[in-house]
């Protein structure tokens, strides 16, 4: 091999000496190692195979020389081939620059994804049918295996989840050929089954994921294992069970698995595990109005990855994303912004474009853009990162995937207001028309992806009931409104937050458009007791309870109620200037956290639910139906 080494790096060597020496500029010399890397590309043909005996590194740097040049065909060529993207694999610490190639090579050829999947299943194949027949042992397909994780994990970074998905089947295909005695095979196969779980969930493919997350809960409780034995293989299992829930809507049950997962982490696991336990707990604990928890949690996160990984990275780009939420939901709406557009910019940089990730980020920087200039009108930002986010979308799923659900009803929300704003009826109608085709849409298939009965399309009713108020068709905004309340009534009970936005819609509906003014004041008063319970007097969406309640005392004459309700609107402006004015003092820091890991998981895990008073408190983000994106 030494010798075949020497032979090839002569040969490098005589082809720069004959051709690549002499087109540099001599005030400017190439390095050496560049010039021949140069070389190589120019001649791939004939230096192919000493290529193949070359390391890892090596391999890399001709790779990404081509990528550079923009000599797509031998990147796509070379991508595809599955021991060199193996090879690729193996340098960690270039897994941004691989991205970029790759996002490259799939816009050149779509097929990349499929092909690289499909090769390493094909290896699987190959594999067992060397073993044969009998049980195997763990040794003889660590590596395969290993090779599936790396590979499934990159797919996933980058959104590539059928591709995901067909990786991680294949490694699936090995494990149930494993000894079921061996030793590491509860982990080998629970760590298995939960990156095909986040494959499909991640993916919307709930039925199967479902099924999937029945099979590893029937094989915890089979096996008598306790989370003792393999802490990496449990932490991870409970997370993507977290996960899978949260993506379903079923809060409860994603806030009980992420806090055990919690309850689990230590120094020594895998710092990604860590950072993506800690991300997705912390989503847990935003929808479950848990803001403290959340908090400490998501700030760890960003810490912990920009700390690990600086802040160019996929997992800083996705830490981001998480810690934009959780700003948006506490009534941090430029803080949102801010943190989402650099989300954008970061994911921008690693993939390009036309990717899914990059789609994601768009909507959520379009969705944070809507509520923040909700007052002043100006939409035209958020607008154009919202169609942006369609149009990528629409471009790389299927013509009904549950993930354009979630895009076409935030640009259904911002072309709503548009219309309300735009003097010519014409358009005006036109845009309407467009967001009820694009919120029926999401209606059409969160029902079909999730039932009747859930919260998400408990939302768009929600959503539907709004626009039909705007389109001056009262009875179908009723109606929606009714269904809305109804469902989330019967999943959340009677005093929810959600369950308060809906009655607080109706009640708007009753008010000033439909003249129902007792039924008004009815709902009004009861949104108003149900925001001040949950977050304080200062809670912003209690201004248009407020003002509502206010117009109707002063069409009712009830001058009374009218001059008490004027005093109390002009008691909360005075606590929400004191709330703004400490929000606007704020830094956007995560850097201060000095918590150790184990007094971070003590508080998560020793504070009592339902906390109210965190130093950010929630808003309802101008009485909108937020809708958490899948």
């Known amino acids: 091999m030494e010798e075949n080494i020497l032979n090839l790096k002569n040969r490098l060597l005589s082809i720069l000496v004959k051709k690549e020496l002499y087109r540099t500029d001599m005030d400017c010399p190439k390095p050496l190692y560049s010039l021949a890397t140069v070389a190589v590309v120019n001649n791939f043909k004939r230096l192919k195979s000493g290529l193949d005996i070359c390391p890892e590194n090596v391999v890399f740097d001709v790779i990404y020389e081509s990528f550079k040049r923009k000599q797509y065909q031998l990147l796509c060529q070379e991508l595809t081939q599955f021991t060199t993207f193996t090879k690729l694999l193996r340098m960690g610490d270039r897994r941004g620059a691989l991205h970029k190639m790759f996002q490259a090579g799939t816009e050149h050829d779509s097929s990349i994804t499929d092909t690289i999947s499909q090769e390493y299943s094909t290896e699987v194949d190959s594999l067992l049918d060397r073993l044969g027949p009998q049980p195997l042992k763990l040794r003889a397909v660590a590596k395969t295996i290993e090779t599936g994780y790396s590979l499934g994990g990159f797919l996933c970074e980058a959104g590539w989840y059928p591709a995901a998905t067909t990786v991680y089947r294949a490694a699936l295909t090995v494990l149930r050929r494993m000894n079921k005695n061996e030793p590491s095979y509860l982990q080998c196969k629970l760590e298995t089954l939960s990156k095909l779980l986040h494959s499909l969930s991640s993916y919307c493919c709930f039925d199967e994921a479902t099924a999937l997350a029945d099979e590893l809960l029937s094989l915890l409780v089979s096996s008598g294992s306790s989370p003792t034995s393999s802490l990496s293989s449990f932490a991870s299992l409970y997370n993507e069970l977290s996960s899978h829930c949260f993506m379903k809507s079923q809060y409860q049950d994603s806030y009980s698995w992420a806090l055990k997962a919690v309850k689990l982490l230590t120094p020594s696991l895998p710092p990604k595990l860590k950072i993506d336990v800690l991300r997705q707990a912390s989503k847990a604990c935003v929808v479950k109005r848990e803001f403290s928890k959340a908090e400490m949690l998501v700030k760890e996160a960003v810490r912990l990855a920009k700390g690990l990984y600086g802040t160019s990275h996929t997992k800083y780009a996705d830490c981001l994303i998480d810690y934009g939420f959780y700003l948006l939901n506490v009534d941090c709406i430029t803080a949102s912004m801010q943190v989402y557009k650099s989300a954008l910019d970061v994911r921008l940089e690693c993939f ?102 859930n919260v998400q399309t408990a939302k768009h009713y929600g959503n539907l009931g709004r626009l039909y108020q705007t389109m001056q068709r009262y009875q179908e905004a009723e109606k929606m409104h009714l269904k809305a309340i109804q469902i ?131 808003g309802a983000h101008k009485g909108l139906e937020v809708v958490v994106n899948t």
């Open 352 to 453: 390009g474009k036309e990717n899914l990730q990059v789609a994601v980020a768009h909507e959520d920087l379009a969705y944070a853009t809507y509520v923040n200039e909700y007052s002043t009108g100006k939409f035209g930002d958020a607008r154009r990162h919202a169609q942006a986010s369609l149009a990528i979308l629409s471009r790389h799923l299927p013509k009904n995937h549950l993930l354009l659900a979630s895009s076409k009803r935030v640009l259904a929300l911002i072309l709503e207001e548009i219309a309300i704003d735009n003097q010519d009826r014409g358009t005006e109608k036109k845009l309407l028309n467009e967001a009820e085709e694009l919120h029926l849409f999401a209606l059409r298939l969160a029902i079909l992806s999730f039932g009747e009965s």
């Open 488 to 618: 989330k009534e019967s999943l959340l009970g009677l005093e929810d937050y959600e369950v308060a936005l809906s009655v607080g819609h109706l009640a708007s509906l009753y008010n000033y458009d439909m003249e129902q003014y007792l039924k008004a004041e009815e709902l009004y008063l009861r949104s108003i007791a149900i925001g001040r319970q949950l977050f304080g007097p200062s809670y912003s969406g209690l201004e248009y309870d407020y003002r509502g309640l206010i117009q109707v005392y002063q069409m009712t004459t009830n001058f009374e109620k009218f001059i008490e309700f004027t005093g109390v609107l002009q008691d909360w402006k005075i606590l929400r200037d004191l709330k703004d004015a400490e929000q606007g003092s704020a830094e956007v820091d995560v850097d201060g956290n000095t918590l150790s890991l184990d007094d971070l998981i003590k508080n998560v895990t020793s504070l009592p639910d339902l906390v109210t008073n965190s130093r950010l408190c929630t």
